[in-house]
């Protein structure tokens, strides 16, 4: 069995739109049982709210809930602020009238990441979590949470590996990972009914040559992206240099080769 990439949109759109797959996905990452009436992709509101054009990647709901799932293959220096505005806006949506601020369904969306993380732009951490939850609960001043909301905003990160992490997530970020980095040989769950749904839709007998073809055109897409990304990064260790930085910081905020650092730093030096 080799399984085609999952931090291929194509792939991954069409293993989480299967249905089986999708609740099974659910289930584990968010603990609930959901019916969606549909799945959809690309799902935008109609009208939408505020300047924003938003699409969701996958977009799903039933009687009580509203499941968004969100695929990000590049990392950026904004994604925590890019889905919290996807998350929020999910949630506002559902209030369109001034006369009414009941929010009906509860929202969850599952931000899956398949790039490490970037040093954050305005605290300087790095993050090294697979697993990070956030919720709209208020606490008392006891610390205890009150029920009130319940919205989540989930985001998974398959490349750091935590000891800690429960199996409910341990076969899905097994998955992705292994169909990014080991995918003629992947180490998965198949006892997870999910994830052995999963493999079988994205296995390469599977892949239809029309598919092949929309991903190859995604995967041309992607490395425009990087190129892109790159020459920011080069252009932000440039302006570090001229200030003075060090080539250990500099290769800490943007992840820029030494060698490469060293040749920026003779280049302005020869300038």
Known sequence: MILARLDNEVFFKKVFTDEIVFKAFVKDIIGIEVEPAKIETEKAFQP??????????????????????????????????????????????????????????????????TAPYKVHVKTKELYKDEVLISNLNPKNLKGIERSIFNHQLIYLNPNYKGQDTPNNYRDWLDLIYESIHNPENPKINTQNEGVKRATEIVSYENISPDEWEQAKIEASKRKVIILEREEERTEIAKRMILAGSTNAFIMQMTELAFEHIEQLRNEIKKN
């Open 48 to 113: 939408k709210l505020g300047n924003i054009a938003f699409k969701y990647d996958i977009f799903a709901e039933d009687i009580k809930r509203r499941i968004v799932i969100e695929i990000q293959k590049v990392e950026y220096d904004h994604n925590f602020d890019r889905f919290l505005h996807y998350h929020l806006q999910a949630i506002t949506e559902q209030q369109r009238s001034s006369e009414d601020y009941s929010v009906e369904k509860t929202v969850y969306t599952i931000v899956v990441m």
